[in-house]
């Protein structure tokens, strides 16, 4: 007989103790800048939902460390994105956060250079022009842009190449059963996290945190309570292969069947889930290094990270359902649940940053369990790598 795919799948664990990055990664200005230059600045980052720009001439400003970038839909119902500074001498262009244009031109409010919502330059209020000047030459800086799905991506690179989607993690769970495209909003929560970025996708990447500090969510999944992300963590999973309880196999607690305060579903389930997708309970899709999207029964959950300063990261999370089932769904039982995870998740990355200042401190060290937050690590060192001459 031949072998299972359970049987020949490997145990996951680190096999020889790692370091991680060194602590001044999380504090250090020179090392932050060095994260925008080799990462925030170099590949595709979630910014919205095609619903935030639903009509023409609606626009939003986002700023991406240093940049300022205005995303639009223009008059022919195109979503276009520019750094938001004229070509003139340099001055910001849209100066409120969102909203609609008042016409189908982008004016600078210093000189009044103007230009078409395609980013052409189409008028300069100069009584002359110098020599040789063409204002085909004097477009906006474009930014390039990709919607996967439903959500808008945008790359600060010159010559951004590829789509949104090759930026998602290979080892991913696939979305395609989700009618991502069709969801709506039913809540947002923001909140500024006093960490660096990376500590956040640390955390994110293991659970050995998850039985002291996320003790309801170890209750709902109870592999989870064991310290474990999955059944080939335990380097003696193999005695449990045949063991379907959840602490073992995976998946939600027994009669649960979603993130939620009850566990239960509070609207209508997503029809064409397959029965694994149903039985996980959650299928997570990360996209670093700015979100990642998590597919239960009856509603979507994405979290979007932006770095404010080396210690001081933006979350944006977002609580997705069908439009026939918001009105006829309980809305607060699914929010308060996530909201308690995020809340969870957030203050023990804080208590993590404040220990990275101590001058003894240069590096941590890497459980078998933490493999995920070695290949995030070596992610992080090979974009910086990239970035050395």
Known sequence: MQPTAS?????????????????????????????????????WLLICRE?????????????????????????????RAFHNTCRHRGSQLCQESEGRLKARLITCPYHAWSYSLRGDLVRVPSKSLPVGFDKADHPLYRVALSVWRGFVFINL???????????????SGNLGNWPLETLVSGHVLRKVMHCNWKIFWENFNECLHCPGVHKDLSRLVPIYGRGLMSRHDDPEWTRHADNDAPEFS?????????????????????????????????????????????????YVRTVRLVP?????????????????????????????????VLEEDAAICEVNQRGLRSMRHQAGVLMPEEYELHRFHNWVRERHAALSP
């Open 51 to 79: 619903a935030d720009l639903a009509q023409p001439l609606a626009f939003r400003r986002f700023r991406i460390g240093t940049q300022d970038i205005v995303v639009l839909r223009d008059d022919t119902g195109a979503l």
């Open 157 to 171: 690179q010159d010559d951004a190449a590829g789509s949104a989607q090759a930026s998602f993690d290979p080892a």
């Open 250 to 298: 995976g998946g939600l607690r027994a009669g649960a069947e979603t993130w939620s305060r009850d566990g239960q579903a509070h609207g209508p389930v997503f029809s064409g889930l397959t029965p694994a997708e149903r039985a996980a309970g959650q299928t997570y899709a990360t996209s670093l290094p700015s979100m990642f999207i998590v597919g239960h029964v009856d």
């Open 7 to 43: 049987e020949r799948a490997p145990y996951n664990g680190l096999t020889q103790a790692e370091p991680t990055l060194p602590s001044s990664a999380y504090w250090d200005g020179e090392k932050y800048q060095r994260d925008l230059d080799a990462i925030w600045y170099k590949n």
């Open 308 to 340: 404010l300063g080396p210690e001081e990261t933006e979350l944006v999370a977002e609580w997705l359902f069908a439009p026939e089932a918001l009105a006829a769904t309980d809305i607060d039982n699914i929010v308060a649940f996530g909201t308690q």
